[in-house]
C-alpha cells in the first residue's frame, strides 16, 4: 500500500485508532478497506509465511470449538477469503455458510476459491459491515469472526450486532490475537512482530505499511480480560475463553440465551 496521509481529525471529530495513529471514525473504514484492498491476492500466503503455517491450526481449533452440526447455517464475519467457511463446511453435513466481508476484493477471493472447491451451493459471499449488518434478526446459528474484530471501527456495535442476529441459543466465537503473551516472550514476540512481520510484507505483498497496521492494530485490541468483558455487555452468557501458543492469540465465545 502505498504511503498515505491523514488529515488530523478536529477536535470535534468522534476519533478512533487506525494501528498507532488517532483518527476520524468515519475515515477507518475506508483506510481498513485500503489496507486488504492491497494485499488480498498474497493475504492467505503471507499468514502461512509470518505464522509459519500455524494459523491453519488456530483456525482448526476455532471450528472444532464451533462443533458444526448437520444442516447449522453459520455466519462468518470479515472471512473473505474463505478459510474459516470451509473448514466449516467440510465437517457440517448439509450446512451452509454466509460469509460477510466489508472489503469486495477479499470476498472476490474467497468466491472463486469456494467455485472451485465445489462448495458455491453452499457458502454465499456478501458484502457488508460488522457494525451494520444486513441480515435478519435472530437468523443464524453460530457467529464467527477469525482476525477481524480488532479492525472494526466501535467494536461494541459489531458485538450488539452479532448478539442480534444470532438465534436464541446461538454463539458467537472470536478467534483473536492478544497483545500480551507470556512474559517470558514478550520481548521476542515485540521484535519479531516490529521488524520482521513488515519486511515479510514488503517481500511478499509489496506493501510495507499495510503489515505495519497489522501488528500496530494488534496492539491496540484489548487484552482477553478485557474483552471478555466487552462481550458481556453485549448480553452473551456463559462468556468464557483459552489462550494458545503462549497468549499470542485467544478464542472467545459467549451465547445468547
Known amino acids: 500500500m502505498s504511503e498515505t496521509h491523514t488529515q488530523a481529525p478536529t477536535e470535534s471529530e468522534a476519533t478512533t485508532h487506525f494501528g ?19 494485499v488480498a491476492k498474497r493475504y492467505d500466503i503471507m499468514n502461512d509465511v509470518m505464522s509459519m503455517g500455524i494459523h491453519r491450526l488456530w483456525k482448526d481449533s476455532l471450528i472444532n470449538t464451533v462443533n458444526p452440526r448437520p444442516g447449522m ?3 462468518d464475519l470479515a472471512g473473505g477469503t474463505g478459510d474459516i467457511a470451509f473448514r466449516f463446511l467440510e465437517t457440517s453435513r448439509g450446512g451452509t455458510v ?7 476484493e477479499m470476498l472476490a477471493v ?6 472451485k472447491a465445489g462448495y458455491a ?20 446459528d453460530a457467529y464467527t469472526i477469525s482476525f477481524g474484530i480488532r479492525n472494526v471501527t466501535r467494536i461494541h456495535e459489531a458485538l450488539e450486532e452479532a448478539y442480534r442476529v444470532l438465534k436464541p441459543g446461538g454463539t458467537f466465537y472470536c478467534l483473536e490475537f492478544s497483545p500480551e503473551v507470556v ?11 516490529f521488524n520482521v512481520i ?7 505483498t509489496k506493501d510495507r505499511d499495510s503489515y505495519q497496521y ?9 487484552t482477553p480480560q478485557k474483552f471478555e468483558g466487552m462481550i458481556r455487555e453485549a448480553g452473551f452468557a456463559r462468556v468464557k475463553y483459552r489462550t494458545m501458543s503462549a497468549g499470542i492469540v485467544a478464542i472467545h465465545q459467549g451465547t445468547r440465551i
Do not use: W
Not at 454466509?98 to 469486495?104: F, G
Open 198 to 204: 513488515p519486511t515479510m510484507g514488503e517481500f511478499i
Open 121 to 140: 451451493g453452499r457458502a454465499e459471499f456478501v458484502c457488508g459491515d460488522a457494525m451494520k449488518l444486513p441480515f435478519a434478526s435472530r437468523s443464524v
Open 20 to 38: 498507532f495513529q488517532t483518527v476520524a471514525e468515519d475515515k477507518k473504514a475506508d483506510m481498513v478497506k485500503g489496507v486488504f484492498n492491497s
Open 98 to 104: 454466509t460469509v460477510c466481508d466489508i472489503n469486495a
Open 110 to 115: 474467497g468466491k472463486e476459491r469456494a467455485e
Open 183 to 193: 512474559p517470558v516472550l514478550q520481548e521476542a514476540y515485540d521484535t519479531y512482530s
Open 73 to 75: 447455517h453459520l455466519l
Open 214 to 222: 497489522f501488528v500496530e492494530s494488534i496492539r491496540r485490541f484489548p
